[in-house]
């Protein structure tokens, strides 16, 4: 099961990537500490990136897939 939203971090620090949950673009840039050229690269490499009502949104386990091959 997906969850529409996941849980809050504090304000201003990175937080866990949930390879269940649906976050929205915003969230994963905040959460995984990704600028917004970083998150564009990554989409132009391969990150599944879903729409729906003019939104953007990532699986965490798309996320953490798509870390796993082109990290280090």
Do not use: C, F, Q, W
Not at 47 to 63: E, F, P, Q, T
Request: proline share 4%; no cysteine; charged share 25%.
């Amino acid at each position: 099961m997906v969850s529409a939203t996941a849980p809050k971090t504090s304000s201003g620090s990175p937080g866990e990537i949930s390879p269940d949950v649906l976050y929205t673009l915003e969230e994963i840039t905040r959460r995984a500490n990704l600028g917004r050229h970083a998150l564009r690269m990554a989409r132009r490499r391969g990150l599944s990136v879903k729409y729906a009502h003019g939104r953007g949104y990532i699986l965490g386990k798309d996320l953490i897939a798509y870390l796993s091959e082109v990290g280090k």
